[in-house]
């Protein structure tokens, strides 16, 4: 079975600090990968993904995201955080050849907190 | 609009009654799974189904049951038999083949009084 491990499980830094959060899968075929972002009381929405072409991929709110396939990574970063990007973020790995269990897998999530 | 309704938003139950959460989709997807959402332990996963009439347990599926008689729902019954079940639970929908992205409910909260 797949699995995703996101290293840091809580996070703190002060506004204008550069973030990066690390997300590793183990699954050797062909993915899809996601990460998630979750702010206080509110749903999970899609931040950016990866599915193909060009390995960094930008999302919403100036984040962005680097595949690099021989280290089975997908790192999210952003170079100056605001205050309102304490959220809870989700990295997330789908292979593309199915469903089930395995074809959508999410690491452990990483609590960000920004201080002002 | 397309999308992905749970509800109710927030459940209060007693202890010693099941309880079911509903979980409706629009989009068409095969897939839908039902995770559990606890502080510092990410999203754990329940139960999922890939076709109608068929589902399968996920890591945490004691104490829960689903049904998938429709495309379009996946309900949740949390059971007496579930020893803590006070949590937030997510839904979530996916398109299994193909370059797609899983959409989510705005979830349930539980709570057992």
């Known amino acids: 079975a797949q699995s995703v491990s996101q290293h840091n499980h809580h996070v703190i830094l002060s506004e204008a600090a550069s973030l990066e959060l690390g997300c590793n899968y183990s699954y050797g075929g062909t993915v899809n990968l996601f990460w998630y972002v979750q702010y206080p009381g509110q749903h999970l929405q899609l931040l950016l993904k990866y599915f193909s072409g060009d390995p960094l991929v930008k999302g919403i709110k100036g984040f962005e995201a680097e595949f690099i396939k021989s280290k089975f990574s997908f790192n999210l970063r952003k170079p100056s955080v605001q205050w309102s990007d304490t959220a809870e973020y989700f990295c997330?790995?789908?292979?593309?050849?199915?469903?089930?269990?395995?074809?959508?897998?999410f690491g452990k999530g990483t609590h960000l907190i920004i201080q002002p | 609009d397309g999308g992905i309704t749970q509800s109710p938003k927030y459940l209060f139950r007693k202890e010693g009654q099941n309880v079911t959460l509903s979980c409706e989709q629009n989009l068409n997807h095969d897939a839908m799974y039902w995770y559990r959402q606890d502080p510092g332990q990410g999203l754990r996963l329940i139960y999922y189904?890939?076709?109608?009439?068929?589902?399968q347990k996920g890591d945490i599926a004691e104490g829960y049951s689903v049904s998938r008689e429709k495309k379009e729902s996946f309900p949740l019954t949390v059971t007496s038999a579930q020893k803590n079940p006070t949590a937030f639970y997510l839904c979530?929908?996916?398109?299994?083949?193909?370059?797609?992205?899983?959409?989510f409910g705005q979830g349930t909260r539980l709570t057992v009084v």
């Open positions: 997330a790995v789908k292979r593309r050849s199915g469903g089930g269990a395995d074809g959508l897998t």
């Open positions: 189904s890939q076709i109608v009439n068929d589902f």
């Open positions: 979530a929908s996916l398109q299994i083949t193909g370059a797609t992205e899983a959409f």
